[in-house]
Nanobody
């Protein structure tokens, strides 16, 4: 099973930017970033397949960018124009399934420990 470790969370004011990173032990078919707010289900934010196909939640399209650097074994999520509603615990995840582009957490079988993102108004 692929090993994942996130970094880069923190606190920022509304309109600001953050970059999340996730190191991985090997390259599966698909990586994703998910987030979870207290009392809510885990939400798929962005997904990328190894050939480079991406999928984003409507709430982050145009603001978040997912990318993958296999030479450095690093997955990234650049988050611009952050809003208080983006406050959550963010996880990187890996999937061996081609249906991963639907961004459903049940299709991902390896998870990082999570990193907190807090956006203040």
């Amino acid at each position: 099973q692929v090993q994942l470790a996130e970094s880069g969370g923190g606190s920022v004011q509304s309109g600001g930017s953050l970059r999340l990173s996730c190191t991985f032990s090997y390259t599966p078919f698909c990586f994703g970033w998910f987030r979870q707010r207290p009392g809510e289900e885990r939400e798929g934010v962005a997904v990328i397949t190894d050939p480079g196909t991406t999928s984003y939640a409507d709430s982050v399209k145009g603001r978040f960018t997912i990318s993958q650097d296999n030479s450095r074994n690093t997955l990234s999520l650049v988050m611009d124009s952050l809003e208080p509603e983006d406050t959550a615990l963010y996880y990187c995840a890996a999937s061996s399934y081609r249906r991963c582009l639907s961004r459903q957490s049940v299709d991902f079988d390896a998870w990082g420990q999570g990193t907190q993102v807090t956006v203040s108004s």
